[in-house]
């Protein structure tokens, strides 16, 4: 995947480190950025009248900040050599991914700094938008720096996926210039489906014929959930990124019961590279 046009997501609270790492990795990678800034605006009173017209003030008051923190963000930018535009969006929770899903349709990456992913209410319309309704993945960065461009190490959390096969070609251009790809199975199963008799083995001939250097490291989660085992795995290797496929099982399952990424989404604190 060539990246050309990245797309960011900001919050309109705090955005300026988001910014900042956003241009340092748009500015490495050679690519246009588009910076989304939203509002998720609250639900409207409707039962007096009173209340409602306060509500439609305090929402011309949130239309109003949000026009002037897109004005900031584009002074912000006009300071740089960097191709850009800044899009703007006033929108209510339940219609925030639509909106995220239709910019994320033209962009080769969906960009989600930290202080954009502390808010779980727009985490969670990036997540339902980009992953579920486009076919762009995302790059969480949870980190106050920007995301190596070149990362020196990255692991795959591989599982044999269709989404986790999905995520791994998506970031090939990261994993080639890699000095060191872990493809990394959490108690796998030698079988002749889904990981093969050497589980990881197919996984990392593939990636071997593209150029990565890939190796294959079999773990124990020792009683331990999936995501402590991976991101533990994570901190062993010093990896800058971790590949991984997202909710690879139903959505309601994930929600009511948690899940692999959920939890990874919440306590990683390395980038992570997600699609589905």
Same mark, same amino acid.
């Given at each position: 995947?060539?990246? +050309?046009?990245?797309l960011c997501?900001?919050?309109?609270? *705090?955005?300026?480190?988001?910014?900042q790492?956003a241009?340092?990795?748009c500015?490495a /990678?050679?690519?246009?950025? @588009?910076?989304?800034?939203?509002?998720?605006?609250?639900?409207p009173? &409707? @039962?007096y009248?009173?209340?409602?017209?306060?509500w439609?003030?305090e929402?011309? +008051?949130?239309?109003? *900040?949000?026009? %002037?923190?897109? +004005?900031?963000?584009? +002074?912000?930018l006009?300071r @740089?050599a960097l191709?850009?535009?800044?899009?703007?969006?006033y929108t209510?929770?339940?219609?925030?991914?639509?909106d995220?899903?239709?910019r994320?349709?033209y962009a080769?990456?969906?960009?989600?700094?930290?202080?954009?992913?502390?808010?779980?209410?727009? /985490?969670?319309?990036?997540?339902?938008?980009? &992953?579920? /309704?486009?076919p762009t993945p995302?790059?969480?960065?949870?980190?106050?720096?920007?995301?190596a461009?070149?990362?020196k190490s990255?692991?795959?959390?591989?599982?044999?996926?269709?989404?986790?096969a =999905?995520a791994t070609r998506q970031?090939?251009?990261?994993?080639q210039g890699?000095?060191?790809?872990?493809?990394t &199975?959490?108690d796998?199963v030698?079988?002749?489906?889904?990981?093969? %008799?050497?589980?990881?083995?197919?996984i990392? @001939?593939?990636?071997?014929?593209?150029?990565?250097k890939?190796?294959?490291? =079999?773990?124990?989660?020792?009683? =331990?959930?999936v995501?402590?085992?991976? =991101? /533990?795995?994570?901190t062993d290797?010093?990896?800058?990124?971790?590949v991984m496929g997202?909710?690879?099982?139903p959505r309601?399952?994930? *929600?009511?019961?948690?899940?692999?990424?959920?939890?990874?989404l919440?306590?990683?604190r390395?980038?992570?590279f997600?699609s589905r």
């Open positions: 995947m060539s990246i +050309k046009t990245v997501i900001l919050g309109v609270d *705090r955005w300026e480190n988001d910014i790492t241009v340092e990795f500015e /990678q050679g690519a246009h950025l @588009t910076a989304l800034m939203i509002t998720i605006g609250g639900v009173a &409707l @039962t009248e009173a209340a409602s017209t306060m439609l003030e929402q011309q +008051k949130e239309i109003d *900040r949000l026009a %002037e923190e897109a +004005k900031a963000v584009k +002074k912000n006009e @740089t191709s850009f535009d800044v899009q703007q969006v209510e929770f339940a219609w925030a991914d639509e995220i899903a239709e994320a349709l080769d990456l969906v960009l989600v700094g930290a202080e954009a992913a502390s808010n779980e209410d727009l /985490q969670r319309r990036v997540i339902d938008g980009a &992953l579920f /309704q486009s995302i790059l969480i960065n949870p980190r106050m720096q920007a995301v461009a070149a990362p990255v692991l795959v959390a591989w599982d044999s996926s269709d989404e986790v =999905r970031s090939m251009e990261f994993l890699c000095d060191a790809v872990y493809v &199975l959490v796998p030698a079988a002749r489906f889904p990981n093969g %008799e050497e589980p990881g083995s197919d990392a @001939t593939f990636l071997a014929r593209h150029g990565v890939a190796q294959v490291d =079999r773990i124990s989660s020792g009683g =331990r959930r995501d402590e085992a991976l =991101r /533990q795995h994570a290797v010093a990896a800058d990124m971790v997202a909710y690879n099982h309601i399952q994930q *929600r009511l019961f948690g899940g692999v990424t959920k939890s990874m919440k306590d990683s390395i980038p992570l997600l």
